[in-house]
């Protein structure tokens, strides 16, 4: 501008520039406004909108310059996510949500080649190719259910014997260093069964907390509080230590983690840099949600990951109602702003769905009225059917419980809307070929006008996983496994990172179990495998060896529990450990109205399968849900949340 400073700014002492901005360019603009300008706020961008990111205090008298940047801590930890979560050409690496991949029979065989020159550790303890083939079939299910049994009830005699022995025991000799990097349901289920009178355990993880993740879709509405459905990392094992930190760089070779943390001083923070080292590693840090690389996804929809996800959606919620709510708009406007679009028909995406027709159905005329009948739901699936982990008839039950007519009690207010009234669409086989400001393109050229866009389409990678792969090596068994993992940390059937020589242990979404059946992408496996290496730590049976795979085996000169005899007579192998196998205990998922579905497997085949829906289906999904939380403050809580939303209706208060 040729204008001079005073003419253009007037009385405005403060301006506002993108991060993308020149910072020559800025700093140009600084000279020349002459100390007129006071302050920076520099901003960057942010799903929704921009985000701030910190102030530049600026004095420019006697033509000196000083600069001091100070952030605020959502804009610290704002920059550590974003840096640690961007993933180059993540279409690469995309898997359907809730689903695993398989690998081939011709991959499985290369990687159980024994390497040249040696069989490893299997050799070394006479064990045949034979034997270990047989071990790692699944084990015959009524064995396995037996097995099952008797770890509960060495469980539950164990929880009664006093342990000070072992930790006076643990207390004269050094213990192993294990750090665990996370705190979803793997690292949780390990934290409550690991042993910490033998292992100095460290939990490194940027939120200090376990979430109950299924339950996302109910805080995002308002059904529960965030609260409700989380625990604190301290509560769950108070002897484990807990360093607050995001995770960017693993070192194999040193054994060493470097981790980013926030530190505050005042309404000052910085970030800080720490490192920390290990013995034994158990990687348990999940995955991102990955937008298959298609333009405006990260910049225009929602995910629902984590707590922070929930919030931005009730409060997008309430912000487009009340948007809507202004005088002068057009039918048109209102209805393209309170158009709600959920991309992804997998059980985040329909349980979202449901919550969210559920708040329009029962607080909507309350609240908003004269409103509802610009109200639309779309849910935007690629595939041919929802909720592909269903049986086909729960998939048709999902679908005529979705698409139902609208169940307002109120007559005066149902009347205000057409007969042809229909609150929630499915659009299937509808890819999204781009996500613009107010309109999702699909491939079949349709647009779809919205006013919210949640995606909830399939997982990814974070770059500190993709790093650690990189690390271990191109010519490593790891790298070979990865045209089918895609991004995830292959392991053996003991969780063992391959090509990390036993030090390394995965679980849940960042991992794939390299032989046997794929495991789906699920918190139940993900607790399971939890367990399953807690014990496996605790029992010592973890020995080195360099084949692939080189099982554990059992220390001969201790005596087998019940439940070992079982997996013994099961493998017909008394030496080797017993490889994890996941117990499917079903799977459920709300449709709203008070109905929800259930699958259980009572038996391996088909004809095994118990299946419940509606009222029954509904009950079952509130009492597995509520079983499941955490700690007996969790369940208090998320009872009392569902008594007050039946009561007093959900709250709509944006604070």
């Known amino acids: 501008s040729k204008k001079k400073p005073s003419q253009f700014l007037g ?28 302050q920076i706020a520099c901003f960057s961008p942010a799903r929704g909108g921009f985000r701030y990111e910190s102030l530049l205090v600026v004095d420019l008298a006697n033509t000196h310059l000083s600069a001091k940047v100070t952030s605020n801590e959502d804009a610290v930890r704002s920059e550590i996510e974003q840096r640690n979560t961007n993933v180059p050409d993540e279409d690469k690496y995309s898997i359907p949500d809730g689903s695993n991949l398989a690998m081939s029979d011709e991959g499985i065989e290369s990687l159980m080649t024994p390497a040249p ?43 009664f014997e006093g342990k000070e022995s072992a930790a006076r025991s643990g207390a004269l000799k050094s213990k192993e260093k294990v750090v665990v990097l996370g705190t979803g349901w793997g690292s949780a289920a390990f934290l409550k069964d690991v042993d910490v009178s033998k292992y100095d355990v460290t939990v490194v993880s940027p939120r200090n907390f376990f979430l109950f993740t299924p339950m996302l879709a109910g805080a995002s509405v308002g059904t529960v509080e965030y609260r409700s459905i989380t625990e604190p990392v301290r509560e769950i094992n108070s002897k484990a230590a807990y360093l607050e930190g995001t995770a960017t760089n693993i070192d194999p070779d040193s054994k060493t983690i470097t981790c980013e943390a926030v530190s505050c001083q005042g309404n000052s923070c910085t970030m800080e840099e720490f490192s920390l080292t290990y013995d034994k590693l158990v990687y348990a840090v999940g995955a991102q949600t990955n937008t298959f690389g298609i333009p405006g996804v990260f910049e225009y929809c929602n995910f629902l990951k984590q707590v922070e996800d929930a919030k931005q959606i009730r ?28 991309i992804g028909a997998g059980p985040t995406g329909i349980e979202f769905a449901s919550e969210l027709r559920d708040f329009i159905e029962n607080d909507g005329p309350k609240y908003y009225p004269k409103l509802l009948k610009y109200v639309r739901i779309k849910v935007i699936e690629a595939s041919s059917s929802i909720l592909a982990p269903f049986d086909k ?50 491939n079949n ?11 909830a389409a399939g997982n990814g990678p974070l770059p500190v996983t993709l790093n650690l792969i990189e690390s271990l090596g191109d010519n490593s068994t790891q790298a070979a496994t990865q045209p089918t993992a895609r991004g995830r940390l292959a392991v053996d059937s003991w969780l063992r990172v391959l090509g990390a020589e036993n030090e390394i242990f995965s679980l849940g979404d ?9 495991l789906p992408a699920t918190a139940q496996v993900a607790a399971q495998q939890g367990e399953y290496l807690a014990r496996l730590l605790n029992d010592n049976v973890l020995v080195k060896g ?18 070992e005899s079982i997996t013994a007579f099961a493998m017909q192998n008394e030496d080797i450990v017993a490889p994890f196998q996941f117990l499917n205990l079903g799977i459920l998922a709300y449709t709203g109205g008070g109905s929800a579905l259930a699958q259980f497997q009572v038996t ?8 419940g829906k509606g009222k029954v289906g509904y009950g079952l999904w509130r009492s597995v849900y509520l079983t499941k939380q955490v700690s007996w403050r969790n369940r208090f809580l998320v009872f009392t949340d569902w008594l007050k939303t039946n009561i007093f209706g959900r709250d709509i208060t944006r604070v």
Not at 316 to 342: C, D, H, W, Y
Not at 510 to 518: L, Q, T
Request: with cysteine; charged share 25%; aromatic share 4%.
């Open 11 to 38: 009385d405005i002492r403060t301006m506002r520039f993108s991060r993308t901005a020149s910072s020559s360019a800025i700093l140009l603009l600084l000279l020349g406004l002459n100390n007129e300008l006071e």
């Open 117 to 159: 020159g040696g069989g490893g550790a299997a050799e070394e303890n006479n064990i045949s190719p034979e034997e270990l083939e047989r071990a790692l079939r699944p084990r015959a299910y009524p064995l396995f259910m037996m097995e099952k049994a008797a770890l509960l009830v060495e469980d539950v005699l164990s929880s």
């Open 315 to 342: 409060t997008s919620i309430v912000n487009l109602f009340e948007r809507a709510n202004l005088p002068g708009l057009s039918e048109e406007t209102k209805r393209s702003i309170l158009t709600f679009a959920v």
């Open 393 to 442: 008839s729960l998939q048709d039950e999902a679908v005529a419980q979705l698409t139902r007519r609208v169940s307002i009690k109120d007559p005066t207010i149902l009347g205000l809307l057409p007969e042809d009234y229909k609150l929630t669409e499915l659009l299937l086989d509808s890819g999204v070929s781009e996500v613009k400001k107010n309109v999702i393109c699909l």
């Open 445 to 455: 050229g349709q647009e779809v006008p919205y006013g919210l866009a949640v995606w």
């Open 510 to 518: 960042c991992s794939c179990v390299a032989y046997g059946p794929p």
């Open 546 to 563: 360099e084949g692939t795979p080189s099982p554990p085996v059992r220390d001969g000169k201790k005596e087998r529990t019940p439940a």
């Open 604 to 611: 391996p085949n088909e004809k095994g399968m118990v299946k």
